[in-house]
């Protein structure tokens, strides 16, 4: 007899989960923008307007939603003046956080807006307090923004842009406890407060301001910035990484056991500690949840691959990757109410990627398959669930097997997606259906495979990929659904 339980309540709602939670981040790091999305007009590589074609075909199939850029730790040294104007007169940089390697700057500020266009999803710029001036951070906004006559607006002009961008999501500073500027949180607070005074908006252009938030459980950060700041902020980041190991030794992406496997899932659900304990001091000070807290930095961090430069962070993508997206994205779709945004670190080539490119080569990963069965929860209405799961044991440690998150979509359609953990067995999962009239139809996917250190290659591209699941049965409760052991499975019914 299964001691797992799923009720599912149709008929209680709890509020939209924003489209945002399905966001990505791509910095100027390693082979995420050149090579992974910009490969210039003179490229072989079929682009448009120098993006490569098999990159945005492949990311508007998931319906991303929003992307974050320039960084990341690039964020706090990047002079976007440097980034305009005709390309082969941009200033070079050195991107010291990076591998040291020089940039030329050709993807800029008209490259960035394009590409967002292009995937029409927004964009998400992230400005520089670390090592810019207020007046560059404001002109920037004017540059971006502005719809009348200006110094900024014309010098767009100029540079092949005649009307403004809208740009709602601006970030004033990242990381700027660590890389962007090693603040303490009681001064970054002033400085916040002090830069997005000049963010401004211009004409019908609302500007939504994250704050730099914490870095994972530094709650005392949280505190300050919302005492001291939360009244100028709309929204305000949290980064915390999955990484199995020590960040001295992180651990393998494709060579790992059951061992790792389990720490691997057991680090990622701590997302959901933190996101609870955060949401507690900002309920303090916003108990209308006004305030949103942006993940804007989320996903698995190894060793890099063996023989790549160790600052480019590149990175193989295994069925555990799926897994971990798969949990983390439950977690973030469950606290709708204060999660408005959340971005997985990167969307190609860096950490856990969803596309890995090689030349003219592209492939999909497991992470990938994630976002594309997921999508289905994009503005959908949260619908209440209620899950009590058997446990996930390894040595004398305890997990709970499952993780669950439901939405019923425009057309009343419930989706539900779940996570078995274990890497061993198979989960009876019996599921309670309430508020629904009657059943029409139901359809699965899942997303498996023989090994959990199962991954794509640009020789094997198709290795982990979703496909059709009809294990389930409809009963006078509902459904029994039998999961596969380690697998990631979406179900939808139509009432
Ligand atoms: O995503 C890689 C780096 O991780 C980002 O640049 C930084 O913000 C974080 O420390």
Known sequence: ?????????????????????????????????????????????????????????????????VL??????????????????????????????????????HFGTHEFMMLCELLECEPYICGNVGSGTVQEMSEWVEY???????PMSRWRAENGRKEPWKL?????????????????????????????????????????RIACGPNVDDYHWMEV?????GNFMDGISLHYYTVPGEWSNKGSATQFDEQEWFTTLKKTLF???????????????DPEKRVGLIVDEWGTWYDVEPGTNPGFLYQQNTLRDALVAGINLNIFNN?????????????????????????????????????????????????????ESEEYVMEDEKLPKLSVSASKDAQGRINITLCNLDHENGAEVPVDLHGISSVKNVTGTVLTADKIQAHNTFEDPE?????????????????????????????????
């Open 144 to 150: 971006m923004t502005f719809d009348g006559d200006s």
């Open 271 to 285: 997302m959901d500690t933190l996101i609870r304990n955060h949401s507690a001091i900002m309920d303090r000070y």
């Open 463 to 495: 290795v982990v990929k979703p496909v059709s699941f009809e294990d389930f049965k409809l009963n006078e409760q509902g459904l029994n659904v039998s999961m596969p052991a380690k697998s990631v499975v979406l179900l939808t019914i139509e009432a």
């Open 68 to 105: 974050r850029w320039p960084g990341g730790c690039f964020a706090d040294e990047y002079h976007w003046k440097d980034g305009v104007g005709p390309r082969d007169q941009r200033k070079m940089m050195v991107n010291t956080h990076w591998g040291g390697v020089t940039e030329n700057n």
């Open 168 to 208: 709602k999501y601006f970030g004033v500073g990242n990381e700027n406890w660590g890389c962007g500027g090693n603040m303490r949180a009681e001064y970054y607070a002033d400085e916040y407060r002090r830069y997005q005074t000049y963010v401004r908006n211009y004409g019908s252009n609302r500007i939504y």
């Open 1 to 65: 007899m299964s001691k797992n339980r799923l009720i599912l309540n149709a008929d209680i709602e709890r509020g939209k989960i924003s489209k945002h939670i399905y966001g990505h981040f791509s910095e100027h790091l390693g082979r995420c923008i050149y090579e992974g999305i910009w490969v210039g007009e003179d490229s072989p590589i079929p682009n448009i307007n120098g993006i490569r074609k098999d990159v945005l075909e492949a990311l508007k199939r998931i319906q991303i939603p």
């Open 225 to 229: 910035m919302m005492r001291q700041a």
């Open 335 to 387: 606290h709708n109410d204060r999660v408005h945004m959340a971005n997985i670190a990167q969307t190609i080539n860096v950490l856990q990627a969803v596309i890995l490119t090689e030349g003219e080569k592209m492939i999909l990963t497991p992470t990938y398959h994630v976002f594309d069965m997921y999508k289905v929860h994009q503005d959908a209405t949260r619908i209440d669930v209620y899950l």
